[in-house]
């Protein structure tokens, strides 16, 4: 019997490829639908069942769902979005549909079922490294061989991360790599150490400079010699009222958390910097810190029966998403959150973006490395081991976390906008309060 309900695919396949390490897949037969998303989530799959017109609305991002309902004049409800988890497959048939109660099944092992392709000692701080290593130069290889873009983008925040997978993209031959880092006030210490990086690695370095005053923001694009001589200069665009910046990046990303927000935001400017010299692809470091915990979470808050910042169930969580249960990580845990910041604002402006330690065997080793010294200083010594002999300790040692937390540039740009106003607006945006780990904030 066919199936009374029709689909509308809305879907960005341009910038969230569907490749064997990153998808969310479409398969239509008579009898229904069925939505499958990758093993750790990097494509986002949203789906909204329209009762009255009976149609299955299958996009990449919750604001297309949004648009689409607006032009055709029809009303939109938060309550009807649904997203795909990672590893998941979702069934859709008639009576489900009708019921708005389909069927979810994991497609394979889940990140602590998983088993890797060879034994391995994840205690040993020097062999999980050379071993992190090995896997994100495959990752990052893999990723290459799906790009046919001469030139791709990195993020270079002057962090660890973005400094391992920068440096092992400077050792590729075949592309030529541009790197973009923002940057609000010229002596921030991450925009020194990205400079120190890019020039080590001699890599092309392009800085993004926003600027903000009483007209609005403004987004500059430089490139300076060793000796700090300004090479190059483009004003991208100037003007852009905060209120704008702030409204797009909730629209977008589908979040109001702060944190997560003033990280979209960021991203929302430096994407129209990227997509201005014809970049289509960016690199970036985005995994780490949640695998690792090196933000030192404590599990207890979050509803564990923990303090151990290192518990490895909870740095699954934060990874994976282990139960919908969790009140602030849900099902999607590192991608949820990461996508929302990053992917979607890049998919935004027509790029893509790729994230090489979102690799199952990277995430099942470093979920498992223990907290050798502390949480905070873990990933140092893991970045060590990964590059031991290579010349690299200069940029390790004493490296920030966090470019959007509060005391950054990007923060004090958006101080006005506290964790209550961000609901606030999120609320005229979509007509609902979002999610309980917010509602403190309301009080």
Not at 14 to 23: I, Q
Request: charged share 30%.
């Amino acid at each position: 019997m066919k199936r009374q309900f029709s689909t509308i695919d809305l879907r960005r396949g341009d910038v969230f490829p569907g490749l064997a390490y990153r998808f969310s897949s479409l398969r239509e037969t008579d009898s229904g639908v069925e939505l499958e998303r990758d093993f750790l989530g990097e494509n986002p799959l949203h789906y909204y069942m329209d009762t009255k017109k009976v149609e299955l609305i299958i996009a990449s991002n919750i604001q297309d769902i949004k648009i689409y309902l607006e032009k055709h004049q029809r009303g939109f409800s938060w309550e009807r979005v649904r997203a795909v988890s990672g590893n998941t497959k979702v069934t859709i048939d008639d009576q489900a549909f009708a019921s708005a109660s389909p069927k979810e099944e994991e497609m394979g092992p889940t990140l602590q079922d998983y088993e890797l392709r060879e034994s391995f000692d994840c205690t040993d701080l020097r062999k999980a490294g050379r071993r992190i290593r090995e896997l994100l130069q495959e990752s990052i290889e893999t990723r290459l061989q799906s790009i046919p873009d001469q030139r791709i983008g990195l993020l270079l925040s002057g962090g660890l991360d973005s400094m391992s997978v920068g440096y092992l993209l400077s050792k590729v031959g075949g592309k030529e790599v541009i790197a973009f880092t923002l940057k609000v006030d010229e002596d921030e210490k991450d925009i020194s150490k990205s400079r120190e990086i890019a020039r080590k690695f001699q890599i092309e370095l392009l800085e993004t400079k926003i600027g903000y005053d009483e007209k609005g923001a403004s987004i500059t694009l430089e490139e300076y010699s060793p000796q700090r001589e300004l090479l190059y200069s483009k004003r991208i665009a100037e003007g852009i009222t905060l209120d704008k910046v702030i409204r797009d990046s909730l629209d977008i990303s589908g979040s109001p958390k702060k944190d997560n927000l003033f990280c979209a935001a960021a991203m929302y400017l430096a994407g129209q910097a990227i997509r201005s010299e014809g970049v289509e692809t960016v690199f970036c470091g985005e995994g780490p810190n949640e695998m690792i915990n090196d933000y030192g979470y404590c599990p207890r808050d979050l509803g564990y029966p923990t303090d151990d910042k290192g518990d490895m169930y909870f740095r699954e969580a934060l990874t994976f998403g282990l139960k919908k249960t969790d009140r602030q990580l849900g099902r999607g845990g590192l991608p949820k959150h990461a996508i929302a910041r990053m992917g979607k604002m890049f998919a935004h402006h027509g790029l893509r973006l790729e994230a090489p330690y979102f690799y199952r065997d990277i995430a099942r080793i470093m979920t498992r490395v223990p907290h050798i010294t502390s949480y905070d200083t873990i990933k140092q010594h893991l970045v060590g081991a990964m590059f031991e002999g290579e010349g690299l300790e200069c940029f390790i040692q004493g490296t920030s976390k966090e470019k959007f937390q509060d005391g950054s540039g990007i923060s004090r740009m958006f101080a006005s906008y506290d964790q209550k106003k961000l609901v606030d607006e999120f609320e005229k945006l979509y007509g609902i309060e979002k999610t309980g780990y917010l509602t403190s904030a309301k009080k």
